[in-house]
């Protein structure tokens, strides 16, 4: 299923199978990892992924007792479209969240960041947040290419875009406080994964060969 280029600068295509990628244990398996391989970020390694939360238990805890909370980045719209068990619409997923990030693109463009808090995005994110915990960190995992990466820049990785823009928002809402806020998403280069921590605009690039295929899109080459 050929989809087009869309806001990303690099052409891809979602995967018929990607609606396991939206799966809670899925994604927090992925999440531990990459919490694990972290060279900047979730300095004690010796975190353990509660599987069982039956009891209010968080996503993940350290050695030292530091929660953390992990969060989907996409809405019931959108996660029924994948979820399906017939009839996935792939196809209209990946319009979705095209039609989100445009609309980010254009309120910025026509009002500045006043008006960020009406995009369906900010919204996303703000209902994820209010659904932490207050002595929980914050990690939002976002399984499409959403930020302006390129990891040599450090200019270009200074600019804001949605992903920042959002946070700010957020922040300037009380709603963050002192707890730590990571943004994981994959890169567009369809290898890497990156963590971000919007308060200093730090981001750690990792990739992880044994999961190559946990993305739920693939590079196309451009005509």
């Not at 353990?48 to 050695?63: A, H, L, R, V, Y």
Request: charged share 35%; glycine share 6%; with cysteine.
């Amino acid at each position: 299923m050929d989809l087009s280029r869309g806001v990303f600068l690099t052409r891809i295509r979602f995967k018929e199978d990607c609606s396991k990628y939206i799966k809670k244990e899925y994604y927090e398996l992925l999440i531990w990892e990459l919490m694990k391989h972290s060279k900047k970020f979730f300095n004690d390694k010796s975190i353990t992924w509660c599987k069982e939360q039956s009891k209010g238990e968080p996503d993940f805890i350290d050695g030292s007792g530091v929660k953390y909370d992990a969060k989907l980045i996409i809405d019931t719209i959108q996660g029924s479209m994948l979820g399906r068990d017939k009839g996935k619409d792939v196809v209209g997923f990946f319009r979705e969240i095209q039609r989100e990030l445009m609309e980010f693109g254009d309120k910025m463009k026509r009002d500045g960041e006043l008006s960020i808090q009406e995009t369906k995005f900010f919204k996303i994110v703000k209902k994820r947040v209010l659904d932490c915990k207050f002595d929980e960190n914050i990690i939002l995992f976002i399984p499409f290419p959403i930020g302006l990466d390129i990891e040599e820049s450090i200019i270009w990785n200074r600019l804001t875009d949605c992903a920042q823009s959002v946070y700010n928002a957020i922040r300037d809402e009380n709603l963050v406080g002192d707890r730590d806020f990571y943004y994981i998403y994959p890169m567009r280069d369809g290898m890497r994964y990156v963590i971000r921590n919007p308060k200093n605009n730090e981001r750690d690039y990792i990739l992880l060969p044994e999961y190559q295929d946990s993305l739920c899109f693939e590079i196309v080459e451009k005509d």
